[in-house]
């Protein structure tokens, strides 16, 4: 039998030595044209490049007029050549001439030659150009030697992409691999940030393309194989996953595609053919990528996007290192981005070098992005095609306000950014003088700002913001980011942080509000409902369940010593806070029984988010300590409102008559009963409507932290007295048609009032 692989291998180690020489890169490119059309017995080889203005340019050839160098072009789908670099697909053709995109190009002289093979070069899924050898002959190229040509492609992409070539480009063109490229996505945390493109899961690290014994580099794929099935198997066998929909679906997809008879067939030829093990992964990966590219069905890209996945996966093992070789490297301004990650791994990233987070996927549910946000780093989503467009390094700036990224922007674009960056520097310095001063009305009136947070990154901004105190704690943050339920342990570790970084600034504990948009993929029974914001959720489903007598437990112990208040998210009825009191009181008598050091005083409180409270207001607050308004999801239900749907973001309006008036009628009843009133729902983070809240009777509001200083500067300017008389007056008249919004814009304008 002939050995097929001799060919290419020879070719390959030729062009090794190549690459290795002290050469212009002309003259080696020249050479590489040479060697190729010589090993593959053809007239012509030819590269075309791709260039930024989407124009394929002959950069080398062995066998067509020298002259035409640099000259010949052709656009992106124009001609054989345009037509593979747009399908990111070779074509193999014994009459070029009758191919109905055949273009001729005079200067070139290719008239001679009939048949034809191109290969795309591809990076990463990305076209950077066009690899052409020619015969006079009518003959069709044999599978072999289309492989031979793809592998000897990605030698030339490796050229393209480390900028060898770039040297060679006429004075004010570009190569396609520098193009300025825009996407638009969606906004997951606003923020801009400017700086370096991390790859998450960075893929240059094949640096080393040709094997010197393929049998060996056989024998390394197949234990890699070997072991990433292994690992597959292992990962399906965990308690954790062992019952779960969609996560074992991925597994199970994975653990098909590792025995996927195609896909290994195609690595064991790439490393015949002479590359090592993990370039083999990478030009097999690469191929997948582009033709995923132009996949239009939903199912198919997303099971490529597994097999993406996976790819990555084996080449770690068969390079035997993770992302943290990178974490090492990172630039002192790392964009980092991702397919997706998990929320584990982007806390392994140092959090001063962060400057934002770019997923391809993503929502705003999202572990990762709920990390990310407690960070404060701005973060881009669905933003399709972004991994495959970037390499590490590139110059990249994400505008998490408009969910959208500029990759390797032009100079004018990043000048208008930075000064966006240094806009908002400014005013954060501003906000910084304020947070010393304190928070009282111009007219002298005392106002509590507090702050919310969820999780251990958060506690920095309790002094860096000026809080005055936590007034909403997220505690199902916790379980959201782990990928098991937290042990009681962990519970009461992270609120002794907590407590402790508060430094006797009150904190309110919510107790584990999991249910309707938050769900925890390990916990079954929740996400399968019908409707899941009016489902078994928060305090319903923690009532029923061990889980608030274990919370209860590990906050009673971690606020030993200390004050402790707790809050019941979506309290429906009195019954509720009965029932949860009790559930408190065993736990302090059990307590007790041990000695355990208790809190000094318990202070128990409801979020007013469920409508029905509303016509128990006072009783609610006759059993209760304080209350504290979620208007995010008050509102949902108050108006019938998915809180999550975008289409319906633009649609229904807060700051209206109607809300108004039912918010101030809990601030008045909280005065009657003198209850203590927070709200602490997204309306308390921007200024305007943080001013809504004023007029209509609020004076401690809690919000994220970086919304302090803006609602600070508002509210130190404000009139609050008159403000509330005109708020009173509009919510007291019949019609609830007024424009409170345009009515509150007239009023700081009038008073000079930042907004
Ligand atoms: C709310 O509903 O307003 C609230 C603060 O709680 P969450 O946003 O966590 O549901
Ligand atoms: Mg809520």
């Known amino acids: ?67 035409s160098v640099h000259l010949a072009q052709l656009r992106l789908g124009q001609g054989l050549v345009g037509t593979i670099a747009a399908s990111a697909r070779p074509l193999n053709l014994p009459e070029a001439q009758k191919h109905p995109a055949f273009a001729y190009l005079p200067e070139t002289g290719e008239e001679i030659y009939n048949s034809f093979l191109g290969v795309p070069v591809l990076r990463a899924g990305r076209t ?34 480390t900028g060898d070539l770039s040297r060679l480009t006429r004075p004010g063109l ?32 094949v640096t080393n393309l040709f094997n010197e014994d393929s049998d060996e580099e056989l024998r390394r794929l197949e234990t890699a194989l070997g072991s990433l099935r292994l690992s597959i198997d292992d990962m399906l066998s965990r308690r954790e996953v062992a019952f779960e929909g969609e996560h074992r679906e991925v597994l199970e997809a994975y653990r098909m595609f590792a025995n996927d008879r195609g896909w290994v067939r195609r690595l064991e030829e790439a490393i015949r053919n ?12 690469s191929d997948m ?54 929320a584990a791994e982007l806390l392994d990233y140092p959090r001063e070098k962060l400057r934002g987070l770019v997923l391809e996927d993503g929502a705003v549910t999202s572990h990762v992005v709920i ?30 306000d408009d969910g959208v990224i500029h990759l390797r922007p032009q100079s004018d674009v990043e000048a208008a950014y930075a000064e966006k960056v240094r806009f908002r520097a400014r005013r954060q310095e501003l906000y910084r003088e304020l947070r010393g001063k304190p928070s009282v009305t111009k007219d002298g009136v005392q106002i509590d700002l507090m702050m919310n947070a969820g999780l251990a990154v958060d506690l920095p901004q309790l002094s860096d913001s000026g809080a005055a105190g936590i007034g909403l704690f997220r505690t199902e943050l916790q379980f959201m980011v782990a ?30 509000d999991i249910g309707g948009d938050k769900v925890l993929p390990y916990f079954k029974g929740v996400g399968q409902e019908e409707n899941p914001a009016l489902g078994w959720r928060a305090v319903r489903l923690t009532l029923d369940r061990p889980g608030l007598r274990t919370q209860m437990r590990a906050l009673l112990k971690a606020a030993g010593g200390r004050e402790l208040r707790v809050m019941l998210p979506m309290v ?70 998915d809180r999550g749907n975008t289409q319906l973001a633009g649609r229904f309006e807060p700051i209206s008559v109607p809300f108004l008036r039912l918010l101030r009628q809990i601030a008045e009843a909280g005065n009657r009963t003198g209850t203590s009133v927070t709200l602490c729902g997204e309306l308390a983070g921007r200024p305007i409507s943080a001013m809504a809240l004023l007029g209509a009777g609020y004076r401690s509001i809690s919000m994220s932290p970086a919304a302090i200083g803006p609602v600070k500067a508002m509210l130190i300017e404000l009139p609050l007295e008159r403000l509330t008389r005109l708020m009173n007056e509009t919510l007291d008249a019949h019609s609830s048609e007024a424009d409170v919004r345009a009515m509150l814009h007239a009023f700081a304008a009038e008073h000079d009032i930042p907004l």
């Open 1 to 67: 039998m002939r050995d097929t692989a001799a060919g290419p291998r020879l070719l390959l180690r030729r062009l090794r030595e190549l690459m290795a020489e002290a050469l212009e890169p002309q003259a080696r490119l020249d050479r590489i044209v040479h060697h190729i059309a010589q090993n593959m017995v053809a007239e012509v080889c030819s590269l075309y490049v791709l260039r930024a203005d989407s124009v394929l340019e002959l950069y080398a050839t062995e066998g067509l007029n020298p002259g």
């Open 128 to 161: 950077l150009g066009v690899l052409v050898v020619q015969n006079r002959t009518m003959r069709q190229y044999r599978e072999d030697e289309v492989e031979a040509l793809e592998t000897t492609a990605m030698v030339i992409a490796e050229m393209i992409a």
């Open 174 to 205: 570009e190569l396609d691999l520098s193009r300025p490229v825009t996407i638009n996505g969606m906004s997951f945390n606003e923020g801009v940030g400017l700086g370096h493109v991390v790859l998450h899961e960075p893929r240059i690290v």
């Open 274 to 285: 002479g590359l090592t093990a993990e370039a083999a992964v990478e030009k097999v990966q």
């Open 289 to 342: 990528r582009a033709r995923m590219l132009h996949m239009t069905d939903p199912y198919l890209r997303e099971r490529m996007s597994d097999f993406d996945d996976l790819a990555n996966r084996l080449l770690r093992m068969l390079l035997g290192h993770g992302p943290e070789a990178m974490a090492n490297a990172l630039p002192r301004d790392a964009i980092v981005v991702a397919r997706t990650m998990g």
């Open 371 to 400: 990390v990310a946000r407690a960070m404060g780093i701005p973060v881009t989503g669905q933003m399709k095609g972004a991994v495959s467009m970037s390499e590490n390094g590139d110059a990249i700036i994400v505008d998490g």
């Open 483 to 512: 990928s098991t339920f937290p042990r009681a342990e962990a519970q009461e570790r992270l609120y002794r942080d907590v407590l402790e970084a508060a430094d006797g600034k009150p904190v309110t504990f919510r107790t584990i």
């Open 572 to 641: 429906t009825e009195i019954s509720e806070i009965r029932q949860a009191r009790e559930i408190i009181d065993r736990e302090v008598r059990h307590l007790s029984r041990f000695a355990h050091h208790l809190p000094t005083k318990l202070k128990l409180g409801a979020m007013i988010e469920v409508p029905s409270l509303m016509w128990q207001l006072e009783e609610l607050m006759s059993v209760v300590d304080f209350v504290s308004v979620g208007s995010n999801d008050l509102f949902q239900f108050v108006t019938a409102t």
